[in-house]
């Protein structure tokens, strides 16, 4: 049994995991309440900066970062609401990478894909297949 304090309000509970990391299933209940009020108000101002929210909503701006980031809050275009790419810093909406280094990222990956599938490997494959398809 995992038992640990609530960051938040400091009670024992049985921690089971999920997205709200060291908090007792109360103060979840009462985040996901506040989550509610906080894409209310964005929905009602959606030119609110993300200072507003907070003092509006009496929730940390951490709090509202996670939550762009979890890609659960979203914001209008003419929001002022913004977080920082993690990896070239320009100002995005929600996730973690602007759509500039989510491409690269794309792009890396593909190449590293691409060098554990040798061209001689594919070639053999595609012949060994064709030869398949002959054959039946
Ligand atoms: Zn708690
Ligand atoms: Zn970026």
């Known amino acids: ?65 996670q939550w762009i980031r979890e890609e659960r809050l979203t914001f209008a275009d003419d929001s002022p609401i913004g977080i920082a790419c993690e990896a070239c810093g320009a100002t995005i909406k929600s996730g973690r990478f602007c759509e500039n280094c989510k491409n690269s990222l794309a792009s890396q990956l593909g190449s590293v894909y691409k060098k554990e599938s040798t061209p001689t490997a594919n070639k053999n494959f595609k012949d060994s297949a064709r030869m398949r398809f002959l054959d039946k």
């Open 1 to 65: 049994m995992d038992v640990r304090n609530c960051r938040q309000c400091g009670r024992l509970f049985n921690y089971i995991g999920g997205s709200y990391r060291n908090l007792c299933p109360n103060c979840i209940e009462a985040l996901e309440d506040k989550f509610g009020e906080v894409k209310q108000y964005i929905e009602e101002h959606r030119t609110a900066s993300i200072g507003q929210v907070s003092e509006e909503c009496d929730v940390s701006v951490k709090q509202i970062e």
